[in-house]
T-cell receptor, first 116, second 117 residues
Framework: KQEVTQIPAALSVPEGENLVLNCSFT??????LQWFRQDPGKGLTSLLL???SQREQTSGRLNASLDKSSGRSTLYIAASQPGDSATYLC????WGYGGSQGNLIFGKGTKLSVKP | GAVVSQHPSWVICKSGTSVKIECRSLDFQATTMFWYRQFPKQSLMLMATSNEGSKATYEQGVEKDKFLINHASLTLSTLTVTSAHPEDSSFYICSAPTSGRAVETQYFGPGTRLLVL
């Protein structure tokens, strides 16, 4: 059974600091891995999606890496800002169908707080 | 990007009543939608897969007679929590995968927070 773990559960950093969020999964046979951002009481915003054949993806100050063989992914946030404060979720998809991905298995998330 | 809406965003109801939550894909068609539930400090857990024109498939431990799913059109899926009880209080969120794009992804609705008194 696939399990997704995120470390740390919570993180507080001063503004401007670079930081790394960690995600691990137990079954390396994934279709893709996705990082989301969730603001309090709200839905999810997709940040980065890494296909199983890829090693990393970048978007602005965000960089996500994937090491499928070791079952790990990291989300690197450069020059953090107070607006980055949110819960960051890692999720893996085990299969795709008809060209689209199937359901996602989520970690519990890392709650990030960036202090001004 | 693609947009998925949910209605209502908040609902408070008495124990024993039924609550219907709508999930709509606004600018694309979704033959499949997923319903997730998130309890406080827990991860999002898949409840069921909603299939347009056919029965939904439920995850282990989710009662299909309690959580009724109807996917009547390519843009609308509904989740009805029947005879809701306080333990059903949770954050319910739907998602819809897109297809035909270079990088398929899954778009999430804003979620519905249910409180059963």
């Amino acid at each position: 059974k696939q399990e997704v773990t995120q470390i740390p559960a919570a993180l507080s950093v001063p503004e401007g600091e670079n930081l790394v969020l960690n995600c691990s999964f137990t079954d390396s046979a994934i279709y893709n891995l996705q990082w989301f951002r969730q603001d309090p009481g709200k839905g999810l915003t997709s940040l980065l999606l890494i296909q199983s054949s890829q090693r990393e993806q970048t978007s602005g100050r965000l960089n996500a890496s994937l090491d499928k063989s070791s079952g790990r992914s990291t989300l690197y946030i450069a020059a953090s800002q107070p607006g980055d404060s949110a819960t960051y979720l890692c999720a893996v998809s085990l299969w795709g169908y008809g060209g689209s991905q199937g359901n996602l298995i989520f970690g519990k998330g890392t709650k990030l707080s960036v202090k001004p | 990007g693609a947009v998925v809406s949910q209605h209502p965003s908040w609902v408070i109801c008495k124990s024993g009543t039924s609550v219907k939550i709508e999930c709509r894909s606004l600018d694309f068609q979704a033959t499949t939608m997923f319903w997730y539930r998130q309890f406080p400090k827990q991860s999002l857990m898949l409840m069921a897969t909603s299939n347009e024109g056919s029965k939904a498939t439920y995850e282990q431990g989710v009662e299909k007679d309690k959580f009724l799913i109807n996917h009547a059109s390519l843009t609308l899926s509904t989740l009805t929590v029947t005879s809701a009880h306080p333990e059903d209080s949770s954050f319910y969120i739907c998602s819809a995968p897109t297809s035909g794009r270079a990088v398929e992804t899954q778009y999430f609705g804003p979620g519905t927070r249910l409180l059963v008194l």
